[in-house]
């Protein structure tokens, strides 16, 4: 009697193809590690999101009474500080895009009161010429000022595709936040030191522009969804090795024509 003449289909075989097998043993691995990774980025965000809640509750600390070699202490930590920010002198954080529209997200100086350290505050956002052409006139603070905002701390070092070099004068155009850089360009206003961290504005000062901070950049339930995508293409991948190296579909649909 031949296999499957009974009604039954034939046992399950096993043919490895090596160019078939040694690309499954890439792909699959690493379609897992992404999916997995993704998993830990929303892990890691919800962390950012609750930290953030947390400390937006507490009240303004005065920024120079705050110890600045605590960085866990002073990630989103409200403060508090007077001072006068320097007029013209300021930064232009490149490529900032704010309901689609291109922009800079300008950094002023400011010098606090008494102490006579600077600090750089994140005004919020500006628009920009697309062309290049020109740079935005971006209104001037003028006289002594008190504002609230948070301690942004990065959560990692910028990617940059060069090295950070500084545009002679000012305002200086800049790719990325490089404190140890911008430090030595505050250096030519001022020689008080430089709080290591930006303050981001409260949106409701007169020195705030358009401000709409995102404590993260992309969402808990994306990174999800993206771990989703990763390991459906893994499982994808897995089905299609284990068709194209077995018999399995002739003996799941009982079609022993191809079976010997």
């Known amino acids: 009697m031949t296999p499957g003449a ?25 379609l897992v590690w992404l999916g997995l990774w993704q998993l830990q980025r929303a892990e890691e965000k919800v962390a950012i999101g609750s930290q953030w809640e947390q400390r937006r509750l507490l009240p303004p600390q005065p920024l120079g009474e705050l110890d600045s070699q605590d960085v866990e202490g002073l990630k989103y930590l409200p403060v508090a500080l007077e001072g006068q920010f320097a007029a013209d002198h300021y930064f232009l954080l490149d490529n900032r895009i704010y309901q689609g529209k291109f922009g800079y997200e300008v950094l002023g100086i400011v010098q606090l009161a008494g102490s006579g350290q600077m600090v750089l505050v994140n005004r919020g956002w500006i628009a920009g010429d697309s062309s290049r052409q020109s740079l935005p006139r971006v209104p001037e603070v003028v006289g002594p000022v008190a504002l609230t905002g948070h301690v942004y701390v990065a959560p990692g070092a910028p990617y940059m595709l060069a090295d950070l070099a500084l545009e002679p004068g000012w305002p200086k155009r800049i790719q990325a936040i490089e404190m140890a850089k911008l430090a030595s360009a505050v250096e030519g206003v001022t020689i008080a030191p430089l709080f290591p961290y930006t303050v ?14 995102q404590v993260v ?25 284990i068709l194209r190296s077995s018999n399995l579909w002739q003996v799941l649909t009982g079609d022993t024509r191809k079976q010997s």
């Open 6 to 30: 009974n009604g039954r289909a034939g046992s399950l075989r096993l043919d490895l193809e090596w160019r078939t097998t040694a690309l499954t043993l890439v792909l699959l691995p690493g």
């Open 200 to 213: 981001r504005i409260d949106p409701d000062h007169r020195a705030a522009l358009t401000v709409d901070w």
């Open 217 to 241: 950049n992309v969402s808990p339930a994306k990174h999800k969804g993206y771990a989703v995508q990763w390991f459906a293409m893994a499982v994808a991948l897995g089905i299609l090795f």
